[in-house]
């Protein structure tokens, strides 16, 4: 079976600009997560989804906005982008909502330049 | 805070040691997550340890919780190159995480 894949692989982009980075989970996993990854820093928690509904949001600007579709798959949008905003940004599937209790299974990523 | 911290932050060993990083919690938790991440790639899961539990083993990998000093370590036995990479254990939630240890193996 495929693992959690995300697109595109790579992305460069200008301040201001907006982004959407995609993620399908692995089949069968209904919930979906975002992390960002800045060098040198462990992933942060930008939101997680599950069953097309946002359940929970970590500590990121309204900038960032995210939604789940129908077959789990999810993207996660960025406008008026940054400079800080430059990182690996990870998606990660599991079978269910509790990631006390779930293992999450985290994709390659997307890693996204802001010049 | 719910996030696990590492310790060290970097670790460099000859190949063929034993590699012993630490994990540190501050709040209860119903399991605890080992992860690895490779440079620049997606993080992948290695162990997960239950609070019932107090040592768990996979291959070469030992994981120990002791949930009253709120603390974890995983040890890397007869260590590789391969083993080169940045090791996460997962917080109370399961969605934070700390900077992690940065491990190095010289050959």
């Known amino acids: 079976d495929a693992g959690v894949t995300q697109s595109p692989t790579h992305l460069i982009k200008t301040r201001g600009q907006h982004v959407t980075l995609r993620c399908s989970p692995i089949?069968?996993?209904?919930?979906v997560s975002w992390y960002q990854q800045v060098l040198g820093q462990g992933p942060q928690f930008i939101f997680q989804?599950?069953?097309?509904?946002?359940?929970g949001r970590g500590n990121f600007p309204d900038r960032f906005s995210a939604r789940q579709f129908p077959n789990y798959s999810s993207e996660l949008n960025v406008n008026a982008l940054l400079l800080g905003d430059s990182a690996l940004y990870l998606c990660?599937?599991?079978?269910?909502?509790?990631?006390?209790?779930?293992?999450?299974?985290f994709g390659p990523g997307t890693r996204l330049t802001v010049l | 805070s719910q996030q696990g911290e590492e310790d060290p932050q970097a670790l460099s060993i000859q190949e063929g040691e034993n590699a012993t990083m630490n994990c540190s919690y501050k709040?209860?938790?119903?399991?605890l997550q080992w992860y690895r991440q490779n440079s620049g790639r997606g993080l992948v899961h290695l162990i997960l340890?239950?609070?019932?539990?107090r040592e768990k083993h996979s291959g070469r990998l030992r994981v120990t919780l002791d949930t009253s000093k709120k603390s974890s370590s995983l040890l890397i036995t007869a260590s590789r190159a391969a083993d080169t990479a940045s090791y996460f254990c997962?917080?109370?939630?399961?969605?934070?995480f700390g900077k992690g240890t940065h491990l190095i193996i010289q050959p």
């Open positions: 990660a599937s599991s079978l269910i909502a509790d990631t006390r209790t779930d293992t999450q299974y």
């Open positions: 089949s069968g996993h209904k919930s």
């Open positions: 989804y599950y069953e097309k509904e946002e359940r």
């Open positions: 709040t209860s938790i119903n399991n």
């Open positions: 340890i239950r609070s019932n539990e």
């Open positions: 997962g917080g109370a939630d399961g969605l934070t």
